[in-house]
């Protein structure tokens, strides 16, 4: 049956991923969640059962999350749908962060996701049937948000490696799906879950800005509902031929085409640089 297949979820204990995992098991779906401490899941949702498997894993660390998936498959026999869902926000300009508050939200953000899809896949082959949805952001489309631009780094490397995935694994009946999502009205943005600059630069006056703007206003204000992204990645997950690209909120819809618009700008104005490089 459809509801009985087996979803994996990483960054489980709150936001999109909770209310995801809450949905698929109110669909009669079986679900195992990742977290760095799983004590905040069995007390949401419960503890081990035949449907809900609520694992403890460090995503950065390789030799874990392939512990974490063994133990997975033996409990339900089987995986069919991967959320790399798991990831936090850095503030911060290019060059306020440090080498490690840089190289952090790259372990999470990307090595964690890479970690993941590495460990699926030989089962996921094997079966020749799957599907990866690798959650970035609308910041892994479109950088220009002052502040930002590290976390975006790592959002548009999970856009990239997803295109790449997806070409990689067709051939194995699996399908791939990078999701950008705009703001949701999640903790995302509370403090205790995004991250900011341990040593500032009074000169970036428009990232300070920026931070200010999205701890303090943005944040409680998202327009989004994570319980309609948890809606459409299910239905998404029933599709035949999925998109490899899913945008979700209106706000990301406006941000594409606020890009494509700077893109076609920037490439017609500059044409005769770009055309002249010909032998």
Known sequence: METQKVWLVTGASKGLGLSLVKKLLQEGFRVIATSRNTQPLIKEIGAISDLFLPIEVNLSDNEDVKKAIATSIAHFGQLDVVVNN???GQIGTIEELTDEESRSNFDINVFGTLNIIRNVMPH??????GHIFNIASIGGYSGGFAGWGIYCATKFAVAGLTE?????VKGFGIKATVVYPGYFRTDFLAKGSVKTPKHTIADYEAARQSEQAHLNDIDGNQPNDPEKAADVLIAISKKENPPVHLFLGSD???VVYKKMDIITHDVEQWKSYTLSTAL
């Not at 790449?164 to 990689?168: D, H, I, N, S, T």
Request: a negative charge; aromatic letters at 12%; glycine letters at 12%.
């Open 124 to 129: 996921l082959r094997q079966n020749k049937s």
């Open 252 to 254: 990301a819809y406006d």
């Open 86 to 88: 798991a990831g936090f």
């Open 164 to 168: 790449g995935l997806a070409e990689e």
